[in-house]
């Protein structure tokens, strides 16, 4: 009975790491940056739609 | 040793002021007996830090009362609000309206109110055991609406396994309290964790996807039809309205006296779950900056910690303040984060002005509508 609508979404790379460390989308309209936490209820449905196909996730860009 | 065996005690007046369950378990009329008896956080819908009211919305959020989540499929225009219209004893109530209904109602078409426990939080209910204990559900509720109207208690970590007990609201416009007897669970264990554990559930309407079955009074496993088998309808028409406050769910067979908690408290419990940064012309963050490029950061530590890393989005971009060889000057950043943890995050700051360029150190000013808010919602 849920519904999330998930639009966009591309992975921010840490400036000082350059690791993947959350990732960014639109999700219900509103731009968030979702951790990379499985608790967290936005980054299981994002991976929810990614494993259905129904989503795919940008890579970073380059830090600045 | 000699003992006397009674169901209620009354005082000299003939009401109520003693109760007592099969299981041992006490009720004092007019006592308020020991505390955290409450399972429920925000139960008087004291806090609302997303905001008092939000207008014209069509789909599911978090929108004003703490931990209480509007749920909504193809049902219409809604409107919501921390309301200041409560039972005596309560200064606030959750209060959803529908403004708008929908056409003709779908049968996967719904409504309802959400509240979500934690795994870790429950424990102590001992489900999956022969120790399992039975609970109480006690609320004051207001409709426009009369007659059966369904709550629900769903075990994700199980399936969804469920219960669907009916209640009645007697009178129209009128606060009345409602108390639901919840059996223990001997078969179904809930997961020690911080995952979504029970889903709390006020059903508003619904189409025939959720309704047609029967109300469940123990714990069976989930059939759909059976969730709002007494549909109370809030929504079918135009200005219908459904309010809640002093919602406690307590271990035991009686309902006790709502347990008030200070707003200090209850405010420090929903900051596990939600909170805003910002948005009060303060200066929220003090960055070092970054003498390489136009880019500077900052660690935002959360006065609690949440229950998992939030997702964080940002309105406003806010200002950074700095010292360039004695004058005061300021920079709009395009913000971004790039640390989410349930401790804290980083916030930084791009494309500054190059005269910001210089390895000073600044500040971070979020005005009264730059904030940042912190979902770690269930």
């Given at each position: ?7 966009s979404a591309q992975y921010i790379a840490n400036v000082i790491t350059g ?46 | ?72 499929f193809s049902l219409g225009t809604w409107n919501e609000e921390q309301s ?73 970590d199980n399936s969804s396994k469920n219960i669907s007990p009916s209640y ?211």
């Amino acid at each position: 009975m849920e519904q999330i609508n998930i639009t966009s979404a591309q992975y921010i790379a840490n400036v000082i790491t350059g690791e993947n460390s959350v990732i960014k989308a639109t999700i219900d309209g509103i731009t968030m940056s979702v951790p990379l936490d499985p608790a967290n209820r936005h980054y299981a449905e994002i991976m929810r739609q990614v494993e259905a196909g129904e989503l795919t996730i940008q890579e970073a860009d380059t830090p600045e | 040793m000699s003992e006397i065996q009674v169901g209620q005690i009354n005082s000299t007046d003939g009401s109520t002021a003693i109760t007592t369950g099969a299981d041992g378990y006490v009720s004092f009329a007019k006592t308020q007996i020991g505390g955290r008896r409450n399972l429920i956080i925000n139960g008087a819908m004291q806090v609302a830090q997303r905001g008092t009211s939000a207008t014209g919305f069509t789909s599911t959020g978090f929108r004003t009362c703490d931990r209480f989540r509007t749920s909504l499929f193809s049902l219409g225009t809604w409107n919501e609000e921390q309301s200041t219209d409560a039972p005596d004893e309560f200064a606030s109530s959750f209060k959803v309206t529908c403004t708008s209904p929908t056409g003709t109602l779908a049968a996967g078409d719904f409504g309802y109110i959400r509240y979500m426990f934690e795994g870790n939080e429950l424990q102590g209910l001992a489900y999956g055991t022969s120790s399992a204990k039975a609970m109480t559900l006690s609320f004051w509720v207001k409709s426009n609406k009369t007659g059966s109207a369904s709550v629900q208690l769903l075990q994700n970590d199980n399936s969804s396994k469920n219960i669907s007990p009916s209640y009645t609201i007697s009178s129209a416009d009128t606060w009345e309290y409602k108390t639901i007897s919840i059996p223990a669970d001997t078969a179904g264990s809930i997961d020690n964790d911080n995952g979504p554990a029970v889903s709390l559930i006020w059903w508003l309407h619904s189409g025939t996807t959720f309704t047609g079955g029967s109300n469940q009074t123990t714990w069976a496993t989930y059939d759909a039809t059976d969730s709002n088998a007494s549909n109370l309808g809030v929504g079918a028409t135009a200005n219908d309205y459904f309010q809640i406050t002093g919602v406690q769910l307590e271990v035991g067979s009686v309902a006790t006296p709502f347990e008030h908690r200070s707003f200090g408290e209850e405010l420090q419990l929903c900051k596990r779950y939600f909170h805003r940064w910002g948005g009060d012309n303060t200066m929220g963050g003090h960055p070092m900056f970054n003498g390489g490029g136009n880019w500077a950061t900052t660690v935002y530590h959360f006065p609690v910690e949440m229950r998992g890393g939030p997702s964080a989005s940002i309105t406003n971009n806010g200002m950074f303040y700095y010292e360039n060889g004695g004058t005061r000057s300021s920079s709009p950043s395009s913000p971004s984060i790039s640390e989410n943890t349930k401790q804290y995050i980083r916030f930084d700051m791009n494309s500054l002005a190059a005269s910001a360029t210089q390895g000073y150190a600044g500040g971070l000013y979020f005005g009264s509508t730059d904030y940042v808010d912190l979902d770690a919602e269930l």
